[in-house]
């Protein structure tokens, strides 16, 4: 979760005053940060993770699972250790969703191998302190996106949407299901929404079964739309797509993500760059979410849906009208793909439209910050800030970043750059954004084990992953498809032992190449084999390391399914399932039961999972 100041939140009529001012300062307060660390180095490489959990409960007798909205209730209890000031294994924070809660391990793990054998047994201590504080039939699940969001009686208590008022204004989504606790999320929606000026558009592709009308189009009347052929919702919605209309429908999804503390701000840098070609293949390979709204859906992950469910751009801004209130046309979402490499060496693969505000451009270079950085700063700059809180707009710029951290954190990319914090001993860092959080511990486990050994072996081996930032943005959609980890192919550098000066030759390969290899191409378990070769590992931790390997293995080669396969082959062989898109609130039950059994071993699901027992201990 992004900045979590405290303090009265302004509307967006009163927040737009200070955009400019907000803006300047924050490019200040950055330069200052710039200036007195860019040189530190020989930080410690530290790394961690941020799993993502969903509250739910069970009403058994009526077959029926809703989302549990007691998050603001149980943090504090979470949260009381941190506060008062004792060690922790574990950190909480609030997220966007009040059945939604998001935890880290109470401290970075550090360079040392056997962290590796920490990480499972720290994700089940965060599962089990949330679940000893649940009652009766209410429960803590690792999954993307609820399918029932936004159907009737989608959470519990149990509220109703209030079309065209609120916070939302959505024909689904109950403003209660945000949380409450922080005034940040409710002044995110409301802001981008009226920044915008109109409600935010998801249209989802919806997965034609045989039994589906043609074509599908909804009656959005039911729900409460106004009465008229060309009110917003029925002008947004299109045919044969699943409409949503809240930023909760994106915000409200769980993800995993990892954070890498870098040794100097070169090496955080380089890091940033080499790990955005892995981005979509850690996408296509943690797919989890083929259900919205109760359809399911053509795509199998949330990327797309969550980037619309951010955006803030007016219809000028996306190149719909004339510029006339507005500054800039802006090409992507707030919410979405990196469009620009950091490193000087790497420049000539931005092929992408890059725009940045040129005054706040100059200001950075005049105060010493290169241009390929300058350049990434300004561009995220072009934003405006959506939440102020009033408290927090006199702050002294030499001692305080909340005015950069304000619009840098709004910033949500596939990958994010991540100065330290000021007077701080934390380093530069980067975090990996995309991946989907799975069922179980062992599964997250891996995922994170991965990536964590790839930026290893980059930085050991001296890897070149580096391709044209447009083809990231293709791989990014195709990553989105129905079955792309299977079936699907993406464009990867041939050769990634080869410096800058060689040629970019890309070629198209399978996830399932590009994990496990080919004739042409080691693989990235063989590389991450050849490194741990080198290294001192303990027993205990090899064979945590080795089966962790062998699952992504495994995954991607299609021995074991994806979530989102499961779900969907899980979907289409219930017997209350008609062929025609759509789940029942049965299956609904059903499917969230059988996660809920296999995330706590009560039974074995070989389809996603082998028989792995590791020896992850805290």
């Known amino acids: 979760m992004g900045l979590l100041s405290l303090g009265t939140p302004l509307d967006w009529n009163n927040t737009k005053i200070y955009a400019d001012e907000i803006r300047k300062r924050g490019v200040k307060q950055f330069c200052n940060i710039h200036r007195k660390i860019k040189d530190r180095k020989n930080d410690c490489l530290k790394w961690g993770d941020e799993v993502e959990f969903t509250l739910v409960k069970f009403d058994h007798k009526n077959k029926r699972c809703y989302l549990l909205l007691k998050a603001e209730e149980i943090l504090p209890t979470?949260?009381?250790?941190?506060?008062?000031?004792?060690?922790?294994?574990?950190?909480?924070?609030?997220?966007?969703?009040?059945?939604?809660?998001?935890?880290?391990?109470?401290?970075?793990?550090?360079?040392?191998?056997s962290c590796f054998n920490r990480v499972e047994a720290n994700m089940k201590l965060r599962r089990k302190q949330v679940q000893e504080l649940l009652g009766e039939d209410e429960y803590i699940l690792c999954i993307t996106a609820f399918p029932w969001l936004g159907c009737a009686n989608f959470t519990f208590p149990n509220?109703?949407?209030?079309?065209?008022?609120?916070?939302?204004?959505?024909?689904?989504?109950?403003?209660?299901?945000?949380?409450?606790?922080?005034?940040?999320?409710?002044?995110?929606?409301?802001n981008i929404r009226e920044?915008?000026?109109?409600?935010?558009?998801?249209?989802?592709?919806?997965?034609?079964?045989?039994?589906?009308?043609?074509?599908?189009?909804?009656?959005?009347?039911?729900?409460?739309?106004?009465?008229?052929?060309?009110?917003?919702?029925?002008?947004?919605?299109?045919?044969?797509?699943?409409?949503?209309?809240?930023?909760?429908?994106?915000?409200?999804?769980?993800?995993?993500?990892?954070?890498?503390?870098?040794?100097?701000?070169?090496?955080?840098?380089?890091?940033?760059?080499?790990?955005?070609?892995?981005?979509?293949i850690m996408l296509a390979l943690s797919a989890s979410s083929p259900i919205w709204r109760g359809y399911l859906s053509d795509i199998d992950c949330r990327w797309n849906i969550i980037s619309a469910s951010c955006d803030d751009r007016t219809l000028e801004e996306m190149g719909l009208e004339p510029l006339k209130e507005n500054r800039f046309v802006i090409n992507k979402s707030r919410y979405g793909n990196i469009d620009s490499y950091l490193c000087e060496e790497n420049q000539k693969y931005n092929d992408l439209p890059l725009t940045k505000d040129e005054e706040l451009f100059q200001d950075l270079i005049q105060n010493g910050v290169d241009e390929s950085l300058a350049k990434h700063i300004a561009h995220l700059f072009i934003r405006d800030p959506l939440v102020v809180f009033e408290e927090k707009l006199n702050i002294n710029d030499d001692e305080e970043t909340d005015?950069?951290?304000?619009?840098?954190?709004?910033?949500?990319?596939?990958?994010?750059?991540?100065?330290?914090?000021?007077?701080?001993?934390?380093?530069?860092?980067?975090?990996?954004?995309?991946?989907?959080?799975?069922?179980?511990?062992?599964?997250?486990?891996?995922?994170?084990?991965?990536?964590?050994?790839?930026?290893?072996?980059?930085?050991?081996?001296?890897?070149?992953?580096?391709?044209?930032?447009?083809?990231?943005?293709?791989?990014?959609?195709?990553?989105?498809?129905?079955?792309?980890?299977?079936?699907?192919?993406?464009?990867?550098?041939?050769?990634?032992?080869?410096?800058?000066?060689?040629?970019?030759?890309?070629?198209?390969?399978?996830?399932?190449?590009?994990?496990?290899?080919?004739?042409?191409?080691?693989?990235?378990?063989?590389?991450?084999?050849?490194?741990?070769?080198?290294?001192?590992?303990?027993?205990?931790?090899?064979?945590?390391?080795k089966q962790y390997l062998h699952f992504i293995e495994e995954r991607a080669c299609g021995k074991l399914m994806t979530t989102a396969a499961w779900i969907r082959k899980f979907v289409r062989s219930h017997p209350e399932y008609r062929k025609d898109s759509r789940i029942n609130e049965q299956i609904n039950y059903d499917l969230m039961w059988r996660i809920y059994l296999i995330s706590t071993g009560q039974i074995k699901c070989p389809e996603l999972l082998n028989q792995y027992e590791t020896k992850s201990t805290i």
């Open 78 to 113: 979470l949260q009381g250790p941190e506060n008062r000031g004792e060690k922790c294994l574990t950190l909480w924070r609030p997220e966007y969703a009040n059945y939604m809660v998001e935890a880290t391990p109470g401290a970075p793990y550090q360079h040392k191998t």
């Open 159 to 190: 509220y109703l949407p209030t079309p065209g008022r609120g916070i939302s204004t959505s024909l689904f989504y109950c403003d209660q299901a945000i949380y409450a606790g922080h005034p940040r999320f409710h002044c995110l929606t409301k």
């Open 195 to 280: 920044r915008r000026n109109r409600k935010v558009v998801i249209n989802v592709p919806l997965f034609i079964d045989e039994n589906t009308p043609r074509p599908f189009i909804e009656d959005l009347d039911q729900y409460g739309d106004e009465s008229k052929p060309d009110s917003e919702s029925k002008l947004a919605s299109k045919p044969d797509q699943i409409y949503l209309d809240a930023m909760g429908f994106g915000m409200g999804c769980s993800c995993l993500q990892m954070t890498f503390q870098a040794q100097s701000l070169e090496e955080a840098r380089h890091l940033y760059d080499q790990l955005t070609p892995l981005t979509p």
């Open 403 to 545: 005015h950069f951290e304000n619009i840098q954190s709004t910033n949500w990319q596939n990958m994010r750059f991540k100065p330290p914090p000021i007077n701080s001993s934390i380093g530069w860092r980067v975090e990996f954004r995309p991946t989907e959080v799975q069922i179980t511990d062992f599964e997250n486990a891996a995922l994170v084990t991965f990536i964590v050994l790839i930026t290893r072996a980059i930085l050991s081996f001296k890897l070149n992953l580096i391709m044209p930032l447009s083809k990231v943005d293709q791989n990014m959609e195709t990553s989105q498809k129905k079955d792309a980890c299977l079936n699907e192919k993406f464009y990867f550098r041939k050769n990634i032992q080869t410096d800058n000066e060689a040629e970019c030759e890309l070629v198209e390969m399978s996830v399932n190449e590009i994990v496990n290899g080919n004739d042409q191409f080691p693989g990235f378990i063989h590389i991450i084999n050849e490194y741990l070769s080198n290294m001192d590992v303990d027993v205990d931790t090899q064979c945590t390391i």
